[in-house]
């Protein structure tokens, strides 16, 4: 963040379907889909870095075009997360008399 003039960094673990966790974890017993993650938090604590896991797994797998992109449906609920996770709270008394 220093190196670009970043304020604040935040990392965005992205969703994938369980049973791409399911391969993943088949695949690497030693370091399984959830480590990553934990991992991943640690670091970006340690960092101050914002960190945000909407990596679930999602188990709807109708959000999905394959076991780990999202289709538009999927990119639509992972938007809408995203916005309420990273939009400030509204206080009233931040509101202007132009928006009143």
Request: net charge negative; with cysteine.
């Amino acid at each position: 963040c220093d190196g670009y003039h970043i304020p604040h960094g935040i990392v965005v673990f992205l969703p994938t379907s369980k049973p791409y966790v399911d391969f993943h974890d088949a695949m690497h017993p030693h370091r399984t889909y959830d480590q990553i993650r934990e991992e991943l938090k640690r670091l970006c604590t340690e960092r101050e870095l914002t960190y945000i896991d909407q990596g679930g797994p999602w188990t709807d797998c109708s959000l999905f075009r394959d076991p780990y992109h999202l289709n538009e449906q999927g990119r639509a609920r992972l938007t809408a997360e995203l916005a309420t996770s990273l939009a400030p709270p509204v206080s009233l008394t931040e509101v202007t008399s132009s928006e009143r």
